[in-house]
C-alpha cells in the first residue's frame, strides 16, 4: 500500500483483502494521520521522530513523547481489535440502511455495549461530515428536554430546549442511526436544515401532523404525516412520551 492511499469504495472483497491483520490497519491509519512524512510533536512541534513503542507510532527526536497512530482518532482505547474496529466502521459506512448494535454484536462476537460505544463514535464521524444522510424508514419529531418541568406532557414553557430528533428504523425493527439538533421554533425554516444535514431526499419520512413539516414535502416526497404519536408507530408498542425520550436521550448522549 502507498503511503498516500485512500481507501474508498464499497467493495467488501478488496477491503477484506487490504485490511488482513492488525498491522495492516495501524499502517494505513498511521500513512492517513501523517500523510506521508510530514510530522509535528503535539508537545513540542519538532518535525523529526522515530518509531514508537507501539505499532507505527512515532517518537520525538526532541522530547521523546510517543504518540500512537491512533490517538485523536475514533480508534483510540478501542476495547476490542484495531481489525475489528476497521470492519465494524466498513460495515457501518457501506451498509445503506444502516446496522443496530444487536447486529454488530452478533457479527463481530463482541458484547452490545462495546458496540454500541463504538458504534457511537463513528456516528459522531459521520455526523460532523454530513456526508452519509439516512435512507430508509426515518421517525422526526421534536419536543422539549431538560429544565424542571420535564415530566409536564406537551410542548411547554420554562427553560427548556426544543430539539428535532430522527431515528432510523432498521428492517428487523432495531434503531439504527439517530441525530437530534437545538432549534429554536418548530417551523419549516427551522427543520429544513436538520431535514438537508441529515436525511436523504428518497427516505420514507414519518412525522406527526404538525404543520411545520409541510414545507419539506417538495423536497422529501416520501414524507408521510400521520395523526398517531409517531412513536408508537416506530416501536410498536405504546412508549409514554417520557418514556421515548429516555430511549433518545440513551442514542444521543449529548443531550
Ligand atoms: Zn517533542
Redesign the pocket.
Known sequence: MSERYKYTGVNSIKFNDCFRSDDDCYKYIASIKWDGEKFA?K????AKFCNGKSPYSRR?C????DESATSGTMFDKCKFSILIAFHIVFKIGTKKKGMSTLELSKEFEQRQDTCWEFKWKIQQAMQSSKRFPMTGEIYIDECYFGGPEEDKPGRSKGNKRLVIIALQKLADGNLGRAYAKVIQNASGLEFKPFFNDYIDKTANVVTDKWAGYLPLIPEYPNLKQIPLKWWIEFSGYPYTHNEFKRMVKGHTPSL
Open positions: 510533536c508537545k513540542c512541534n519538532h520525538c526532541k522530547c521523546r513523547y
